[in-house]
């Protein structure tokens, strides 16, 4: 299983290092959907936390020590220093940073619980996060380019961690995790379908296995995807759904309108019994 996640995360690298190559120096300038942050953050930022996550793996003492003595800013100044690199060296650095990750992960004892952010997380916990996190920025540089965003079976991870985190989305937003089970019902593009909870669960989430992946990650509103819940509980989870460490933010509200929807097109919204939205996102 290791093996097989480790490979799916090498191939995201991958496709988002073959678009990446392909840009003019001028490209990694633009402006992304994350406020002050160009494509050229968004790949430092990438290469920042695959060296975190290194540290983690081979000196978790030392992985404690640079967590309780990084300045709060220490995201920010990562995403900065690395960005101000020419694109050729930040793309190398990425590259030889993901390789040495995929390394180090492959040689971590079974049943070994990595430190991470959040509580510690076991190595295929830890690969499947960075996979997230490699396509949710490599959504950002795809909106900022005009690219669309396509789905291949390593979404499937993703959709993963999606429902794994709902209980941490609800206390990340300070509200009372609901007992009630959720069944996970999403199409892939291929018309195939990938389930997740109790057949009998009386509250449900269906739509499109992309639209809740980009919803999971923040990366579009609820109100532009083609998302249904059936249930108060479903419905609030789709308004906090958050599958990274972190604060609650308000997300990313997607490419700027092109008048046709976007790629995955402006689906209608249809909730039964779904009680008012729990709060805003700032």
Do not use: K
Request: hydrophobic share 45%.
């Amino acid at each position: 299983m290791r093996g097989a996640l480790l490979a799916d995360l090498a191939a995201e690298g991958a496709v988002l290092e073959d678009l990446l190559t392909a840009l003019a120096p001028a490209d990694w300038t633009r402006d992304t959907s994350a406020a002050g942050w160009t494509v050229g953050h968004q790949v430092a930022h990438l290469a920042w936390t695959d060296d975190v996550a290194l540290l983690a793996a081979t000196d978790p003492g030392a992985f404690a020590d640079r967590v309780a003595g990084d300045p709060p800013d220490a995201v920010e100044a990562g995403a900065r220093a690395g960005a101000a690199a020419p694109p050729a060296v930040l793309l190398a650095r990425w590259r030889a940073g993901r390789e040495r990750l995929a390394d180090a992960l492959a040689a971590v004892p079974d049943g070994t619980r990595l430190p991470w952010f959040g509580p510690p997380m076991s190595v295929a916990s830890l690969v499947t996060a960075r996979l997230m996190e490699t396509w949710a920025h490599g959504v950002d540089v795809r909106d900022a380019l005009g690219h669309p965003v396509g789905e291949s079976r390593r979404l499937d991870h993703v959709a993963h961690l999606g429902v794994r985190t709902r209980d941490f989305a609800f206390t990340a937003h300070g509200l009372p995790v609901p007992a009630a089970p959720v069944r996970v019902e999403l199409t892939r593009a291929d018309g195939s379908r990938w389930t997740a909870g109790p057949e009998d669960a009386d509250q449900r989430v269906t739509g499109p296995l992309l639209d809740f992946c980009l919803r999971v990650v923040q990366r579009r509103p609820r109100a532009v995807l083609d998302l249904h819940a059936v249930g108060p509980d479903a419905g609030r989870w789709l308004d906090v759904a958050q599958a990274f460490a972190g604060a609650p933010g308000a997300g990313s509200q997607g490419p700027p309108p092109r008048g046709d929807g976007g790629p995955t097109g402006p689906g209608p919204r249809r909730d039964e019994d779904r009680d008012p939205p729990a709060g805003q996102n700032g």
